[in-house]
C-alpha cells in the first residue's frame, strides 16, 4: 500500500479520498482538537468496503504543522505523498482577502514538510481566489518553490527576493518536481456539488512522469439530456410523489439559459458521460434519508437533526434539489445557509442536515462528525471533496506505479 502523511487534515474529506485509493496514512496533522475528536472517532470505526477503520488512532496528531515540520516530518523522508490544503481563508472569497501578508497563510509550512520528507508526490489543494491577479503572483511563487524546493528560504528574505532566488535555480539543485496546476469541478468527477477547487500537483522528476490532466467521467450535458430530452432522470425519481406529478405533466419546460443547449442535445443525441449527479440524487443514495425532523436525530443515520428557520434572501436562495449542490461553505461567523439549503420543486425551503451536508461532500453514512452542529458544517466546508480526493490519488496512484 502507498504511503502518505496527510497536513491540516481538518474533517478527513482528504484523507478519507486518499485512503479509498490505497493510500495508508501515516501521519495525519490537524490543530484544530475537535476536528481531531471527528479523525479519532472514526479511526474507531470500520470502513465496510474494507473491513477496517481509514486509519489508526495512533496516527492523528493534534498539533501546527509548523511544530511537526521542524521537529517530526524527517521521520517520513521519501515517503510516497504528502498531501494537504494549507488553510484557505487568506485567499478565499468569503475572508479577508490579506493573502501572503496573513499568519494563516499555511503554504511555507506545508512546503518546509515537503523539503524534510522529499516524497514522491505531493497534492496542494485550496480554493481558486489563489489564481485571482492580486494573488496569483504568490500562487506562482508557491508553485515554483515545489518544483525546487531545496532552494530554502534565507532568514529574514522577502517572499519577491527568495523567488528570484527559486526561478535562477541552476541544473544543480538538488530535488525538482514535475509541477501542473488543474481546477477540478467536483460535478464533474461523480460530486453532487459544483465545487471548484485548485490543485497543485507534483511527481517528483526521478520517477519520470507527469500529471497531465484529471478528466471528468460526469457532465452536464449528460444531465441536460436526462431531464428535458429523455426525461429520464425523472422516471428514476418518480417513486417520489412531487416527481410522479412532474412525469404526468410532461417534461418540464428547460430553462431559457440552456435552451439552445438542449435544442442541440436533440440532434446529437446523448453524450456517453454520465450525468452530473443533483441533490436528489444524493439524498437518496445509497439509500433514501428519512425526511428530518427538527431538533430530532433520525435512526441509524448519524447527524440527521433537523434545522428550523430556512428563508431566502438575496444572494441566499439554497440548492435546487434537482441540480448538484452550490457549494457548500465553512463559514467565517458560523454555518453558512444559503448553500446548506434545498430549494425544492415547489419554492419551499430548508436546511440541510449535517448528514445531508456530508453526503454532498461524499462522506459516506458510517462517517459520523463530532461536536456541535457549527464545528461539523465547518470542517465538512472546509473539507475535499472525498471523490475528487480518490480521483487524484487513483490518478497519481497508476501514473507513477506506487
Known sequence: MATSVELFAGGGGMALGLHLAGFDHLRLVEWDERACDTLRLNATRPDPTIGQPPWAVERVECGDVRKFAAERA??????DLVAGGPPCQPFSLGGLHAGDNDER?????????????????VVFENVPGLLRPSFKPYFDYVRDQLEAPSVVPRRGETWHDHWARVRRRGPGTDVRYRVARQVILAADVGVGQSRRRVFL??????????????????????????????????????????VRGIVRSGLPQAPSIVSRRIARLR????PSDKRWRTVRDVLREPEPLPTPV???QRGQWPNHVGVPGARSYPGHTGSDIDAPAKTIKAGVHGVCGGEAMIRFSDGSLRYMTTREAA????????YEFTGARSHAMRHIGNAVAVRVAQAVGERLRTLTGV
Open 359 to 366: 453526503r454532498v461532500q461524499g462522506f459516506p453514512d458510517w
Open 74 to 79: 524527517a521521520d517520513y523522508h521519501g515517503i
Open 267 to 270: 440532434d446529437t443525441g446523448r
Open 294 to 296: 427538527d431538533g430530532e
Open 105 to 121: 497563510n499555511m503554504f511555507p509550512a506545508a512546503l518546509d514538510v515537503v523539503r524534510a520528507c522529499v516524497p514522491k508526490m
Open 201 to 242: 500537483i507534483g511527481i517528483r522528476e526521478d520517477l519520470g512522469v507527469e500529471w497531465g490532466e484529471l478528466a471528468g467521467d460526469h457532465s452536464e450535458d449528460a444531465l441536460l439530456y436526462d431531464k428535458y430530452v429523455s426525461g429520464s432522470y425523472w422516471e428514476e425519481h418518480a417513486d417520489d410523489p412531487v
